[in-house]
């Protein structure tokens, strides 16, 4: 009897931008078959809440508490998630029912392993009764709770995934709100840990300075000056000489040193800046990847790609050029995880969060009957 399960990954990213949903067929380990997928991007007034909320969160003394404010959003993104399952399973022909269960990320408003502090809003319980499927979500906690950095965790899904390249080891290079990179050797060994900054300190620019969250191809970036004396600044941050596992909160790093710029050299600078970052984590990867996949947001802007190109020595390519789609990995990781904490298997590492010991994670909420 096959253990292959089906499962929705349900992913709200650290850049805010929306819900990411895909379907996997998979039993957690070897066997992968990709399903649909689609995006829905949350309403403006919802972006607007989650950067408060971001600010609300930082008060919370314990991960479970939810003042009002909090409480109100959560719901409301639970809500937005459920009808983005209920959509995507009527734009595809797909019962409810044939679904075995739901990767539920939830929406980041604090990481802190310092405090032992992660938290992501989103209801489980609240969502399997709205979708009438099983969710697995809070994957993060666990692990953070016996002493991990509780991220990153899709690297569990990027080994899985490699096993379809051509030549080891190889580089998964997600670029996010905070970019994250994982590293693949021959024999699936696995380093991974969080790079610095993705797009967020990009994204944030933009919106004050332009009126949108985004920097479209990179174009600003390529009109503007890298400021040096700026990226010194930036690149002398502690946590680039801090060795793995390590991980971030999206708003770890302060655009302070780019204030006085113009918009586009501030914008050439903090991409400068994430790509600078990336090429440091090198640093601490047992030996040169032959190929870095690079997935998320950030692989679209073609500034970035370009600056990242000349700060490591081999190919730096989309996720498209090796047949995968680099948009909905993440959601795609969150469906496999879910299937492996069904199983009880690890889907965090000593290599990749630093507890002290592979294990499991997530809560499972049954649909009600």
């Known amino acids: 009897m096959s253990k292959k399960k089906r499962a929705i990954g349900l992913m709200s990213g650290t850049s805010m931008d929306g819900i990411d949903v895909a379907l996997i067929e998979t039993d957690g380990g070897r066997e992968l078959v990709h399903g649909p997928h689609a995006a829905d991007a949350y309403p403006a007034e919802i972006k607007v809440k989650l950067r408060g909320a971001l600010q609300e969160a930082q008060a919370l003394k314990?991960?479970?508490?939810?003042?009002?404010?909090?409480?109100?959003?959560?719901?409301?993104?639970?809500?937005?998630?459920?009808?983005?399952?209920?959509?995507?399973?009527?734009?595809?022909?797909?019962?409810?029912?044939?679904?075995?269960?739901?990767?539920?990320?939830?929406?980041?408003?604090?990481?802190?392993?310092?405090?032992?502090?992660?938290?992501?809003?989103?209801d489980g319980v609240l969502l399997a009764a709205l979708t009438g499927i099983d969710v697995v979500y809070d994957m993060r906690a666990a692990d953070v709770a016996a002493g991990g950095e509780g991220a990153p965790l899709a690297p569990v899904y990027h080994r899985a995934l490699a096993a379809q390249l051509p030549s080891m080891p190889a580089a998964f290079l997600n670029i996010g709100g905070v970019a994250n990179v994982t590293w693949i050797g021959e024999a699936g060994r696995i380093v991974a840990f969080d790079t610095g900054p993705g797009n967020a300190l990009l994204d944030d620019w933009m919106l004050k300075h332009r009126g949108a969250a985004h920097d479209a191809d990179g174009a600003a970036a390529a009109r503007g000056r890298i400021n040096e004396d700026a990226l010194t600044q930036l690149l002398t941050n502690g946590y680039f000489g801090a060795p793995p596992p390590k991980s971030l909160d999206r708003d770890a790093f302060s655009a302070a040193p780019v204030a006085s710029l113009g918009v586009e050299d501030g914008a050439a600078t903090l991409t400068a800046f994430t790509a600078a970052a990336?090429?440091?984590?090198?640093?601490?990867?047992?030996?040169?990847?032959?190929?870095?996949?690079?997935?998320?947001?950030?692989?679209?802007?073609?500034?970035?790609?370009?600056?990242?190109?000349?700060?490591?020595?081999?190919?730096?390519?989309?996720?498209?050029?090796?047949?995968?789609?680099?948009?909905?990995?993440?959601?795609?990781?969150?469906?496999?995880?879910?299937?492996?904490?069904?199983?009880?298997?690890?889907?965090?590492?000593?290599?990749?969060?630093?507890?002290?010991?592979?294990?499991?994670?997530?809560?499972?909420?049954?649909?009600p009957g």
């Not at 998320?296 to 700060?311: I, P, Y």
């Not at 909905?328 to 002290?356: C, N």
Request: glycine share 10%.
């Open 278 to 367: 990336i090429g440091k984590a090198r640093e601490y990867m047992p030996r040169e990847p032959l190929t870095w996949v690079v997935c998320g947001g950030g692989r679209k802007n073609r500034t970035l790609m370009s600056m990242l190109a000349e700060h490591v020595p081999n190919a730096v390519v989309p996720a498209e050029a090796v047949g995968l789609n680099g948009d909905i990995i993440e959601a795609e990781a969150w469906a496999y995880m879910a299937v492996r904490s069904l199983y009880g298997l690890p889907i965090t590492f000593p290599e990749t969060t630093g507890v002290s010991e592979p294990m499991t994670g997530g809560v499972l909420a049954k649909a």
């Open 62 to 122: 314990d991960r479970a508490d939810r003042p009002a404010a909090l409480l109100e959003l959560e719901r409301r993104l639970t809500e937005l998630n459920a009808e983005a399952v209920r959509h995507f399973l009527e734009a595809n022909g797909i019962a409810p029912e044939t679904v075995d269960v739901i990767g539920y990320h939830g929406q980041t408003v604090l990481h802190d392993p310092s405090r032992a502090m992660t938290v992501q809003l989103g």
